[in-house]
């Protein structure tokens, strides 16, 4: 069954310090990654997948699959960063689609 | 632009009593998903949809079931509440790109139930 980590419920930076926000993942297969946030009274909207390998709003994430991992990484903290972020991981099961997310993380950034 | 509609934002309900929760998308998206979301548990898959009258257990199915009469519309059932469901119910929806991809899912704007 596929799992995924995210070590830290809480992550608090200054303004302007590098953040990564952590996720790992098991699964056997190949596996197709997401990050996902959620601000304050917003619903829940795609930030990045892993296959388009995009800079969206300055965060990255590569796929190491040595370390089955997938961490968020963002140089510089803006205040708006400030959410609640999923990692997810997508599979083809059966020939439909499975989604398991992790249990978040919340991204505090101080001014 | 995608659209996910949930029915209901806040919706309170008593134990014991029969629970929908009405997910409605217009993009034609084959999967529809139904997760509940809560503080330091994250999001946990109850039931999936991959076709019409198709469903499959999720990771947490225990005191739910779904109904999937139409493409666009997947509903959660508690078929009695208790007080343990009280939580934030999320939809989404996806579909394939190809035979081995998909879209993102795309959520609904949620469902906070409470059973007291």
């Known amino acids: 069954a596929q799992r995924v980590t995210q070590p830290e419920k809480l992550l608090s930076v200054f303004k302007g310090a590098p953040v990564e926000l952590k996720c790992n993942y098991s699964?056997?297969?190949?596996?197709?990654l997401f990050w996902y946030v959620q601000y304050s009274r917003q619903r829940l909207q795609l930030l990045l997948r892993h296959i388009s390998r995009e800079s969206i709003k300055g965060f990255t994430a590569d796929l190491n699959k040595g370390e089955t991992s997938f961490h968020l990484k963002k140089p510089f903290a803006q205040e708006e960063d400030s959410a609640m972020y999923y990692c997810a991981l997508s599979v083809r099961s059966g020939g439909y689609q499975k989604v398991t997310f992790g249990t978040g993380t919340k991204l505090q950034v101080i001014p | 632009d995608v659209k996910v509609t949930q029915s209901s934002r806040y919706l309170v309900k008593r134990t014991g009593e029969k629970v929908f929760l009405e997910c409605v998308q217009d993009?034609?998206?084959?999967?529809m998903f139904w997760y509940r979301q809560d503080p330091g548990l994250g999001l946990r898959l109850i039931y999936f949809s991959y076709d019409v009258k198709m469903k499959e257990k999720g990771d947490i199915p225990e005191g739910y079931s779904v109904s999937r009469e139409k493409k666009e519309r997947f509903s959660l059932i508690l078929e009695s509440a208790s007080t343990n469901q009280t939580s934030m119910y999320l939809c989404a929806s996806s579909s394939p790109l190809d035979d081995r991809t998909y879209t993102e899912a795309f959520f609904g704007q949620g469902t906070r139930l409470t059973v007291v």
């Open positions: 699964y056997s297969g190949s596996p197709e």
């Open positions: 993009m034609d998206h084959e999967n």
